[in-house]
């Protein structure tokens, strides 16, 4: 394993995190979360990634299950807040009330004292920077994270929260944004900025959620994954999952074989490749699954391998720095 600095911060995170955003409580029941997250201790994996509302806040509690025991002062835990954990209209958003509580919420849930990074995870366009920033400033003071993260913030979001968690005397390290060979709409402002300002990346989805594990063929699609339909043809509904897309994914594969490495190997070392980049988040719906995975940490792409990538991919690969994430209002 490697391990890489989070921002400008003195913590260092594994370059490979683990995160359980759509298997924890979802599609995995505790005993296969606890083993994942067992396999992933053996493998060296120290950064631990989830969201309080992710399976309703069941995947916060099947996250502290499975990481009781282990040396607290070994382990990254990451969360997050702003979506939407009960049915109550201060039960979402980045408002003071609702981020004190959840702070709360998630450490019980985790079993810890405090968390590691706590991020916003999207803007609160309802809710006043200097609102959410302060109370940030108060969770950290208070001992309930060490540092503050964001995800799928605008670059322009990012600076003016850079700039009030300075004020705040607080340490704003990191920004999660989705990043693969096939979304790299950060490259153009986002990554420019966080490098400016000290903060590096913490990178949501590198497979193109399975897309770049190169499981979906042309003319087959694993039964049973999420992009599967009842008669088995593959749901085209995503941004990823087009012919055309898959089609030029295949071209991946001959370029990963040279290499000597399955293509999730290859997609998740084109993402580490990136300097700005702390670490690439993955999943797993089975323990094995992660040694692949962690292959791609001894994995240097040379430039030609690179232009060999991006000429396979051609023009299916979204750059526009306009598509970054982003909610006009609470959802």
């Not at 060296?44 to 282990?70: C, F, Q, R, S």
């Not at 699609?221 to 012919?243: A, N």
Request: hydrophobic share 40%.
């Amino acid at each position: 394993m490697q391990y890489r600095k989070l921002g400008s911060s003195g913590m260092y995170v594994s370059s490979i995190a683990l995160g359980n955003w759509a298997t924890h409580g979802e599609t995995l029941e505790q005993d296969v979360a606890t083993a994942c997250v067992r396999k992933a201790l053996d493998l060296g994996v120290t950064a631990y990634d989830t969201a309080d509302a992710y399976a309703g806040t069941k995947a916060e509690t099947m996250l502290g299950v499975a990481l009781k025991g282990v040396r607290r002062e070994g382990i990254e835990v990451m969360t997050k807040v702003f979506f939407p954990t009960g049915p109550g209209k201060n039960d979402r958003g980045l408002s003071r009330k609702h981020v004190m509580e959840s702070i709360d919420g998630s450490l019980r849930r985790l079993q810890t004292d405090y968390v590691d990074v706590y991020q916003a995870h999207r803007y609160d366009y309802e809710t006043t920077l200097e609102e959410t920033m302060g109370a940030f400033a108060d969770i950290v003071r208070a001992g309930k994270a060490h540092y503050i993260g964001v995800s799928e913030w605008t670059v322009e979001e990012i600076r003016a929260g850079a700039a009030l968690a300075a004020e705040q005397g607080i340490q704003l390290v990191s920004s999660q944004p989705q990043y693969n060979m096939l979304w790299r709409v950060i490259e153009a402002e986002v990554v420019p900025a966080c490098e400016e300002l000290g903060i590096t990346q913490l990178c949501w989805s590198p497979l193109a959620q399975g897309v770049l594990s190169g499981k979906y063929g042309t003319s087959t699609v694993p039964t049973g994954s999420r992009f599967s339909s009842e008669d088995g043809r593959l749901k085209t509904e995503h941004k990823f999952m087009q012919p055309a897309v898959i089609e030029r994914v295949e071209k991946l594969k001959p370029i990963a074989a040279d290499l000597g490495v399955p293509l999730a190997t290859l997609a998740v070392a084109w993402v580490l490749a990136n300097p700005n980049v702390s670490a690439a988040i993955v999943g797993a719906s089975r323990p094995e699954q992660l040694e692949d995975t962690v292959k791609a940490v001894d994995l240097t792409l040379e430039p030609e391998v690179l232009e060999l990538i991006d000429d396979a991919l051609g023009d299916v690969v979204e750059r526009d720095p306009g598509k970054v994430e982003s909610f006009p209002q609470r959802v």
